[in-house]
């Protein structure tokens, strides 16, 4: 008998967190399951194409991964899953998910909602996870829809964790990843002075040895609901003034409403780089901060073996 496919666990699960509101670690979930599967030994040892995690958990993780994208479930430390309130009234209201629905959960269109959570599903869907049309391409195109798929879920993953931290720890990893991305002479030229009597600035960044071409940098690590706006910008705008500054990156975790960045393009005076939640993420991912990436080895004709001479 294969292991049952992700969406297979998803209604299982709502309903095994639904019986333990105060919440479960993540292993006890998945043995339970495991259990209610009838998922053998020989099935928990199989691993995904990376080898380093079976196939069972990461399809029960998926399963998790959807439910936390809806608000249904959460995992409020690391290793444990608990239901929240709307999970179960959505529990209650849905004795047992019907088809369209399960569908809705398992396959949906469009995923811009953050985790509200500190746990990430393990290794990549399924191909029966990433929705039908991408089923009738190539395995190259499958193969680019799935590691979009995973890159999706990992960038909301990434917004959760770091809005689950301090801000102190967002300005640091502001500075980490535009160090990764070459910006300052090396380690001592980034200088985090976010805090109290800050002035508007959480981090500045010496492009030279010396210290003379500096980026100041203000890092709000704000809800996607609480959007910067204008008045943040133009406050962002006199506090690089003050330092007698022309050059300013302002990041978050949220997004810019239109009047930010219509007042951020007006400036003449200096360069200012607007950097939002989603780009924040995909530069952490591009740049491997708080991110690894997994090689597969996959295999292909050796043209030049082949060539004629």
Known sequence: MPIPSFD?????????LTEHPGGLATAEAQRLLAEQFAIGPDQKRELLPSGTYPVYKSRIGWAHDRLKRE??????????????DKGIAYARANPKLCADELKR?????????????????????PNDSVGVDSLLGTPDDR????????????????????RNRDPEFFE?????????????ADEDSLEQSGGPGDDGIDGVISLDRLGLDRVYVQAKRYAEDRPITKEAIHGFIGALHLKGANK???I????FTAGAARAAAEVRALSLRLVDGVELTRLMICYQVGVRHESIAIPKVDLDFWDDE
């Open 8 to 16: 297979s666990f998803i209604d299982p699960l709502l309903r095994l």
């Open 143 to 162: 193969i680019g829809s799935a590691l979009s798929e995973i890159e999706d879920s990992l960038r909301t993953d990434l917004l959760a964790r770091i």
């Open 105 to 125: 959960l398992a396959y949906p269109k469009q995923r811009t909602a953050p985790l509200a959570s500190d746990e990430s599903p393990e290794g990549s869907p």
């Open 248 to 250: 300013g990156v302002f």
């Open 71 to 84: 608000g249904l479930s959460s995992s409020p430390k690391r290793g444990f899953w608990q239901i929240t």
């Open 172 to 184: 640091g990893l502001v500075l980490k990843v535009l160090r990764a991305m070459g910006y300052g």
């Open 252 to 255: 978050t975790t949220s997004r």
